[in-house]
């Protein structure tokens, strides 16, 4: 039950729906938008936000969603059901576009089943074949129109047409420049049309010197348009081919519309899909302006809202190029009812806003601006009393109105609502209001209702130290400054401070001192007191902060010493086994020139002893040299894509084979096809070609970005100023150029070089047009001639 009737207006709600309304793109969309409403099923809610979450993570992923023509034909769609009843050519048109759209949605639903099962689910209700639609597109042109080739009477009523008009023009043009030559027509007139005929401009006192049929005249009566006698056969054979042509296409306009009568029960869950997705497209597009996402949803009642944001509220600030102070929450079965307090313009009613507004769009099926890590239920019952209610129809005060909300409360309230009540208590004599206020409380909270109050009421604030499920919080008030913070602080009441802003607003000293004797001096003491140990709370909470800032900067530090630390063991166990390779291989080096002194020792019959034990002393030292076997540096492991099944098509990914590159199809032709590869297009040749699984290539990118970023320390280490691209072919050449200027930026670097050799200049000319299109590529430009001269490119970066 939602308490009062006009509870979306009072919340807000009635702009969202508008702002959704204008998200859609048709009014197959939008009708759904109308029609949303509360629901307090748990089992019935979750698809509906579980849809909205997926179609969301459709637009953070990039891939491509067919965005337009969703049009609705349910105007004339039923009309098939009529025996010889037709569409025209813009209704067909409407069908052809419509059903591309909703072919494109199936199959991207097919693709990607795993990625977005509960939308699936929405797809595995439809039965819609492409036959209809190829049907139609084989008669139906890009503009609307039958085209000529849809069936061979209408081609050749075309052809006769076209022939005839030829004819007709020609001779309409002779006898034209015949009355032009002699003055019987106006300046700067031409040809034209009357009544589907064509027709020569003559001049009123000359029109007996052209024989022929007189159509029209001018406004002025100073010219008439003649039919000559001459193109009158002419113009009667085309009008009569004009008639057939417009039975031929009657005719196959009728056969094509009786193809969509058998698919009429199909069609209409095929436009109610389309009509969903249109709906669920214009949630998520608002759920993106908004910053809002899927919290963790349970089936009980539970508020637990992290980072809260009042949606109508942030983009408004949005447009001022101001934030929205966000909004911690929680209430639960021990914790259900939060009574807040604080200065008037301090943000309470805005508090009690966003909740309402949340809990409601939540329970219509629409993500919300909170942390992703927030908790939130369901409630059965949402009641608000907010804002001046007076009725004038109805002879009510605005304390009437109120006290009428607070009847239908009690009268429905259970442990499944969720009551929001602004300013519980005023519109009448404090004392009084405040006493029936705190009772109509106490019975509340009897019933186990949920609720948020704001308050100015002593009593109320004292309502939470009396009962031990109810929560105390204020808004934050800046005591030097007199400016309200716009901040709840759970565990506390607030103060109004409505002495200290009178005082900043200027009332004279002498009445505030009054006041202040009037209010009693243990009472203002009492406020004095309460924001004093507010202003405490908040600076030791302050302190705090900074000393986890720090303790998180030592914590950061720490981590990059042993970072530090463990790769400067690997660097140096490398070097010392690059060291001994080294010297490995210079002693083999020199045992192969002592093994040839040998055997030229041998050969000239020397002492046998003393060959073997320099041969001995030789091993020996070989040995000495030999590397640690485990030392060894692991080899990178190379990403293995697998190749998919079925032909190659636009769109797909696809591996050059005896190749790691990757690229993505762009356009095919018969025998090859034109691809991305990083920056660069290439046309590659089909048969060089393999397909690849677009979700394995997600997953394995996802897996190679993990697994093979590198520390900032080692990149830095590793780095050289210069790369050289030589012998490379251009799109490898532009992929390390890429990466090369990607560390470059990274690592702080005002200029590198790229190493890529004179030949032709071609590479050259390649890398530098690339590079061209960056900003942050400052210039470009040759090496000094002693060190390279235009075989290499000096790139200054910004």
Same mark, same amino acid.
């Given at each position: 039950m939602i308490l009062p009737l006009d509870f979306e207006q009072r919340i807000g709600f009635?702009?969202?729906?508008?702002?959704?309304?204008?998200?859609?793109?048709?009014?197959?969309?939008? /009708?759904?938008?109308?029609?949303?409403?509360?629901?307090?099923?748990?089992?019935?809610?979750? %698809?509906?936000?579980?849809?909205?979450?997926?179609?969301?993570?459709?637009?953070?992923?990039?891939?491509?969603?067919?965005?337009?023509? &969703?049009?609705?034909?349910?105007?004339?769609?039923?009309?098939?059901?009529?025996?010889?009843?037709?569409?025209?050519?813009?209704?067909?048109?409407? @069908?052809?576009?419509? @059903?591309? *759209?909703?072919?494109?949605?199936?199959? &991207?639903?097919?693709?990607?089943?795993?990625?977005?099962?509960?939308?699936?689910?929405?797809?595995?209700? $439809?039965?819609?074949?492409? =036959?209809?639609?190829?049907?139609?597109?084989?008669?139906?042109?890009?503009?609307?129109?039958?085209?000529?080739?849809?069936?061979?009477?209408?081609?050749?009523?075309?052809?006769?047409?076209?022939?005839?008009?030829?004819?007709?023009?020609?001779? $309409?043009?002779?006898?034209?420049?015949?009355?032009?030559?002699?003055?019987?027509? %106006?300046?700067? /007139?031409?040809?034209?049309?009357?009544?589907?005929?064509?027709?020569?401009?003559? @001049?009123?006192?000359?029109?007996?010197?052209?024989?022929?049929?007189?159509?029209?005249?001018?406004? *002025?009566?100073?010219?008439?348009?003649?039919?000559?006698?001459?193109?009158?056969?002419?113009?009667?054979?085309?009008?009569?081919?004009?008639?057939?042509?417009?039975?031929?296409?009657?005719?196959?306009?009728?056969?094509?519309?009786?193809?969509?009568?058998?698919?009429?029960?199909?069609?209409?869950? =095929?436009?109610?899909?389309?009509?969903?997705?249109?709906?669920?497209?214009?949630?998520a597009r608002f759920a993106q302006k908004i910053g809002a996402v899927l919290p963790q949803l349970e089936n009980s009642r539970i508020i637990e809202y992290r980072n809260a944001e009042h949606p109508l509220l942030k983009l408004s600030l949005a447009e001022q190029n101001k934030k929205v102070i966000p909004l911690s929450i929680q209430l639960k079965g021990d914790k259900r009812i939060l009574i807040i307090s604080g200065p008037n313009a301090g943000g309470k009613s805005v508090a009690l806003k966003t909740v309402g507004l949340l809990q409601f769009m939540l329970q219509c099926g629409l993500l919300i601006p909170v942390h992703p890590d927030s908790k939130c239920g369901i409630f059965s019952n949402l009641f608000i009393d907010i804002g001046d209610q007076q009725?004038?129809?109805?002879?009510?005060?605005?304390?009437?109105?109120?006290?009428?909300?607070?009847?239908?409360?009690?009268?429905?309230?259970?442990?499944? *609502?969720? &009551?929001?009540?602004?300013?519980?208590?005023?519109?009448?004599?404090?004392?009084?209001?405040?006493?029936?206020?705190?009772?109509?409380?106490?019975?509340?909270?009897?019933?186990? =209702? &949920?609720?948020?109050?704001?308050?100015?009421?002593?009593?109320?604030?004292?309502?939470?130290?009396?009962?031990?499920?109810?929560?105390?919080?204020?808004?934050?008030?800046?005591?030097?400054?007199?400016?309200?913070?716009?901040?709840?602080?759970?565990?506390? %009441?607030?103060?109004?401070?409505?002495?200290?802003?009178?005082?900043?607003?200027?009332?004279?000293?002498?009445?505030?001192?009054?006041?202040?004797?009037?209010?009693?001096?243990?009472?203002?003491?009492?406020?004095?007191?309460?924001n004093q140990l507010g202003k405490e709370k908040r600076e030791l909470e302050a302190k705090i902060k900074e000393i986890q800032k720090r303790e998180g900067s030592l914590e950061k530090s720490a981590q990059d010493y042993d970072e530090l630390n463990e790769f400067l063991k690997t660097q140096k166990k490398q070097i010392i086994i690059e060291a001994k390779q080294e010297a490995k291989s210079i002693i083999k080096e020199a045992n192969k020139r002592v093994e040839q002194a040998i055997r030229e020792i041998k050969e000239s019959q020397a002492d046998k002893e003393r060959t073997k034990k320099a041969r001995k002393q030789l091993t020996d030292y070989d040995q000495k040299m030999e590397p640690p076997v485990e030392s060894k540096p692991p080899r990178p492991i190379k990403p293995s894509f697998k190749p998919a099944d079925g032909n190659i098509k636009v769109g797909d990914y696809v591996k050059i084979k005896g190749q790691d590159t990757i690229g993505e199809v762009l356009a095919l032709g018969q025998k090859e096809a034109e691809i991305m590869l990083g920056e660069l297009k290439s046309k590659i040749k089909l048969n060089r070609l393999e397909r690849m699984s677009k979700t394995a290539i997600k997953k394995e990118k996802k897996k190679s970005f993990s697994g093979t970023s590198t520390g900032m320390i080692e990149r830095s280490t590793n780095f050289k100023h210069q790369i050289d691209v030589r012998g490379m072919r251009a799109e490898e050449a532009i992929q390390a150029v890429d990466r090369f200027i990607d560390d470059a930026m990274v690592l702080g670097y005002n200029e590198v070089s790229i190493l890529h050799g004179r030949g032709d200049g071609i590479l050259r000319r390649f890398i530098r047009d690339y590079l061209r299109q960056y900003n942050y590529v400052k210039s470009l430009k040759n090496e000094h001639e002693e060190r390279g001269g235009d075989g290499i490119t000096l790139v200054g970066l910004s």
């Open positions: 009635d702009k969202v729906r508008e702002l959704i309304s204008a998200e859609c793109s048709s009014n197959l969309g939008q /009708a759904i938008v109308d029609k949303m409403g509360f629901i307090h099923k748990f089992e019935k809610l979750q %698809p509906l936000l579980l849809q909205t979450d997926e179609f969301l993570k459709i637009f953070q992923s990039g891939e491509y969603f067919p965005s337009g023509n &969703f049009i609705d034909v349910s105007h004339f769609i039923k009309r098939a059901k009529v025996t010889g009843a037709f569409f025209s050519e813009d209704e067909f048109f409407d @069908l052809k576009l419509s @059903l591309k *759209t909703i072919l494109d949605c199936i199959s &991207f639903f097919d693709e990607f089943e795993e990625e977005y099962p509960t939308l699936f689910s929405l797809r595995k209700a $439809v039965n819609l074949e492409p =036959a209809l639609y190829k049907a139609i597109d084989a008669k139906i042109d890009e503009k609307g129109n039958l085209r000529n080739n849809a069936s061979p009477a209408l081609q050749q009523i075309r052809s006769d047409i076209f022939k005839a008009q030829a004819q007709l023009r020609k001779q $309409v043009e002779k006898i034209y420049k015949e009355a032009s030559a002699n003055k019987y027509t %106006p300046e700067d /007139a031409s040809i034209t049309v009357r009544d589907g005929r064509i027709v020569i401009p003559v @001049l009123a006192e000359y029109k007996r010197r052209v024989k022929g049929f007189i159509h029209d005249q001018s406004g *002025t009566g100073q010219t008439v348009y003649i039919e000559p006698t001459e193109a009158l056969e002419l113009n009667n054979e085309v009008r009569e081919l004009q008639y057939a042509e417009r039975r031929e296409i009657v005719k196959i306009l009728t056969q094509l519309t009786a193809l969509v009568k058998p698919e009429l029960e199909n069609l209409e869950k =095929a436009y109610r899909f389309l009509a969903i997705l249109d709906f669920i497209r214009a949630k009725s004038i129809e109805n002879d009510l005060s605005t304390y009437s109105s109120h006290l009428q909300n607070m009847k239908n409360f009690l009268l429905n309230s259970n442990k499944q *609502t969720l &009551f929001l009540i602004d300013e519980f208590g005023t519109g009448t004599e404090p004392r009084f209001g405040g006493a029936i206020a705190e009772s109509i409380l106490e019975e509340l909270y009897s019933q186990k =209702a &949920f609720g948020v109050i704001t308050t100015h009421y002593d009593n109320i604030k004292n309502f939470a130290v009396k009962n031990q499920n109810v929560i105390k919080g204020a808004m934050k008030f800046d005591e030097r400054n007199l400016e309200p913070l716009y901040e709840l602080e759970i565990g506390k %009441p607030g103060s109004s401070f409505a002495i200290e802003v009178a005082e900043k607003m200027g009332i004279p000293p002498a009445i505030l001192n009054k006041a202040k004797g009037k209010i009693g001096t243990e009472r203002v003491n009492y406020d004095k007191l309460l």
